[in-house]
């Protein structure tokens, strides 16, 4: 059986292009016959890769990680919209880094600062956002952001769990089984972390800054509900090709 053969029966709809991409990072063919194995055992490709690809680039990726996911490409580009070279950047429960790595990439000169609660998402976002020449920093939202940047956010960008508790359990196993709960599990309704975000969110924007939150289609409602109770003016914004809703909220 071929590796092609192999990987379609155990599920992969890609299976040719995963089979190339396995073949060209093996470095022997013991090598290629694990990496092969592991992802037939249900492991995530980009782990096995070790990298993503997000919006044209390279993102590194290892275990214990969210991956990043293409919907986010929607995110991505309405933030390039919304602020210009200069601009102050903070990607806030960063993951990989994946956004403000891809936000940089394509407005050139921003100040661009990161920061998540998992230790191995901050290794991986330190090799990400550098490359963008960014800074991430370690604790829960907030708290381990210098004082200096309140007040003077101009683009707050969030990709925080927004999965139903109960609705893990549903999730594809590559996601349930190898990416950590806290990077799925948005509470009772999917929303908890996003009510956090925004609550603080307008002491961190600059004047006419914009909070862009990554969302479900049925959590929207609650996220735009929970910027426009903190003073922001919520816009939702769906692409039905990436499956992919994001909510903007613009400050003061």
Same mark, same amino acid.
């Given at each position: 059986m071929t590796i092609i053969e192999k990987l379609r029966a155990a599920g992969c709809v890609f299976a040719e292009d995963e089979a190339r991409l396995l073949g060209?990072?093996?470095?022997?063919?013991?090598?290629?016959?694990?990496?092969?194995?592991?992802?037939?055992? +249900?492991?995530?490709?980009?782990?096995?890769? +070790?990298?993503?690809?997000?919006?044209?680039?390279?993102?590194?990726?290892?275990? +214990?990680?969210?991956?990043?996911?293409?919907?986010?490409?929607?995110?991505?580009?309405?933030?390039?919209?919304?602020?210009?070279?200069?601009?102050?950047?903070?990607?806030?429960?960063?993951?990989? +880094?994946?956004?403000?790595?891809?936000?940089?990439?394509?407005?050139?000169?921003?100040?661009?600062?990161?920061?998540?609660?998992?230790?191995?998402?901050?290794?991986?976002?330190?090799?990400?956002?550098?490359?963008?020449?960014?800074?991430?920093?370690?604790?829960?939202?907030?708290?381990?952001?210098?004082?200096?940047?309140?007040?003077?956010?101009?683009?707050?960008?969030?990709?925080?769990p927004y999965v139903p508790t109960d609705a893990i359990a549903m999730m594809p196993p590559e996601a349930r089984d190898h990416e950590p709960r806290i990077a799925l599990d948005g509470g009772q309704d999917g929303v908890d972390v996003h009510r956090r975000v925004a609550a603080e969110a307008p002491q961190w924007l600059a004047p006419g800054g914009h909070l862009l939150i990554e969302t479900g289609e049925s959590q929207a409602a609650n996220t735009a509900e929970a910027m426009a109770h903190n003073g922001l003016t919520p816009e939702v914004i769906t692409d039905d090709e990436l499956y992919a809703t994001i909510v903007v909220g613009a400050g003061g």
């Open positions: 060209i990072e093996a470095r022997t063919p013991a090598e290629l016959d694990t990496m092969v194995q592991r992802r037939i055992d +249900g492991e995530p490709l980009e782990v096995i890769l +070790g990298w993503a690809e997000f919006h044209g680039l390279h993102i590194t990726v290892e275990p +214990g990680v969210f991956v990043p996911r293409q919907r986010s490409e929607l995110l991505v580009r309405h933030a390039v919209t919304l602020a210009g070279p200069g601009a102050i950047v903070l990607d806030l429960c960063c993951g990989t +880094g994946a956004l403000g790595a891809a936000i940089a990439a394509e407005l050139g000169d921003i100040r661009l600062y990161a920061a998540d609660i998992e230790p191995a998402a901050v290794r991986c976002a330190r090799v990400n956002v550098a490359k963008a020449g960014g800074e991430v920093f370690e604790g829960d939202l907030y708290e381990p952001l210098p004082a200096s940047l309140r007040g003077h956010v101009d683009l707050l960008v969030v990709n925080a």
